[in-house]
C-alpha cells in the first residue's frame, strides 16, 4: 500500500510559478511510475505529466514547455515545477502511482491516489 500526499497548491497571478510535491509513504518510492492529473470546474480528470521508475518523462501538450515533472527518490518525492501559468492551469491536482507498465498518459494504470491539492490561477 503506498499513501501519496500532494502539497504546494495555492493562488498564483498568471504568468507565476507554483511547485507542486507528491510525497510518497508506506512504501519505497523508486521504482513505481507517478503521475499527475488535474480537473478543473465542470471538466472531467485529464493527464498533465508522468514519470517513470527510470526516469522517462511524458506532458500532455497544454503544459509542454511549462511544466516539468522530476523525482527525489531519497525523499520519496515526485515535484511538479509548473511556470508560466494560465487561468486555465486553475483545477485540483493529484498525484498517483502505479508498478504497471504502459499508458501511463491515462488513468488506468496508477493503483494509488493522493486527494489533491488546489491551484487557482487569477488572471
Do not use: H
Not at 84 to 100: F, N, W
Amino acid at each position: 500500500q503506498v499513501q501519496l500526499v500532494e502539497s504546494g497548491g495555492g493562488l498564483e497571478q498568471t504568468g507565476g510559478s507554483l511547485r507542486l510535491s507528491c510525497a510518497a509513504a508506506g512504501r519505497t518510492f523508486g521504482s513505481y511510475s507517478v503521475g499527475w492529473f488535474r480537473q478543473g470546474p465542470g471538466k472531467e480528470r485529464e493527464f498533465v505529466a508522468a514519470i517513470s521508475g527510470s526516469g522517462s518523462t511524458y506532458y500532455a501538450d497544454s503544459v509542454k514547455g511549462r511544466f516539468t515533472i522530476s523525482r527525489d527518490n531519497a525523499k520519496n518525492t515526485v515535484y511538479l515545477q509548473m511556470n508560466s501559468l494560465k487561468a486555465e492551469d486553475t483545477a485540483v491536482y493529484y498525484c498517483a502511482a502505479t508498478l504497471r507498465v504502459g499508458a501511463l498518459t491515462t488513468r488506468y494504470p496508477y493503483d494509488y491516489w493522493g486527494q489533491g491539492t488546489q491551484v487557482t490561477v487569477s488572471s
